[in-house]
């Protein structure tokens, strides 16, 4: 299996594209940290996990605090015995035009979406430079950070950073084998797309708009996300690093 004896943090992995990446890099033989900041969907999805005898552990993480992701990597470590990976895929994010949305809001999105995945970078750096055995970082970014989505002017803005943070980070750590690469999704079907279409004024045309956006003429599953995050987890991925890989069914193509 592609990941076997790797060690795996996923945040954000209580439900839709974490869970789903949990799940697949711990069937593909990874041991894997679940971690969100809602215990509940952690807890269950943890539970879910090991009673198909599946090697993950939970643990709370608020990833916007510096202070829990430096926890959540010490206690892999700790746990586990080394780290060979992180996926930084917690998010959140307001919908309303630029003029209507507050102070309080967009730093939530911007703490959240891009000072989050700063934090998830740093310190599975600095735990891949003290092993001296490289790593790799995969960043869940969003076709928001390519084509401009209407309503979403801070998601767009974050994931646009994380595409950026992404590359430069690739650039200074890749003499040290550490790999940082970005996952473009178009639109999942998963709780977070189903909060933003049930949010807005009619729903089934919200829903219509978002899968006609798409060549393929449909939503992405987690599980087809997941896949390219665990290629680029595995060393099937050795040579791939500063990328940014839309997974979008062609939504960044026309």
Known sequence: ???????????GSGR???????????????????????TEWGESTTKRLQDEGLEVAWKYVDV???????????????KY?????????????????????TAEEWDLVIKVNLTGVFYGIKHAI??????????????IGSISAVVGMPEQPGYCASKGGVFQLTRQVAIDYA?????????????????????????????????????????????ATPFEIAETISFLLSDRS?????????????????
């Open 1 to 11: 299996m592609e990941l076997d004896g790797k060690v795996v943090i996923v945040t």
């Open 16 to 38: 839709g594209i974490g869970a789903a990446t949990a799940e697949l890099c711990a069937r593909n033989g990874a041991k894997v940290v679940v971690c969100d900041i809602n």
């Open 64 to 78: 916007s605090d510096e202070a829990s992701v430096e926890e959540l990597v010490k206690f892999t470590v700790e």
């Open 81 to 101: 015995g080394k780290l060979d990976g992180i996926v930084n895929n917690a998010a959140t994010i307001v919908v309303n035009r630029a003029h209507l949305i």
């Open 126 to 139: 600095r735990q891949f430079l003290a092993q001296g055995t490289g790593g790799s970082i995969v960043n």
């Open 175 to 219: 003499a040290d084998n550490i790999r940082c690469n970005t996952i473009g999704p178009g639109s999942v079907d998963a709780e977070f797309v189903r909060v933003y279409i049930n949010g807005q004024a009619d729903p089934a045309e919200a829903e219509a708009r978002l899968v006609g956006g798409h060549p393929m003429q449909r939503m």
């Open 238 to 254: 050795s040579f791939v690093t500063g990328a940014n890989l839309q997974v979008d069914g062609g939504y960044s193509a026309k």
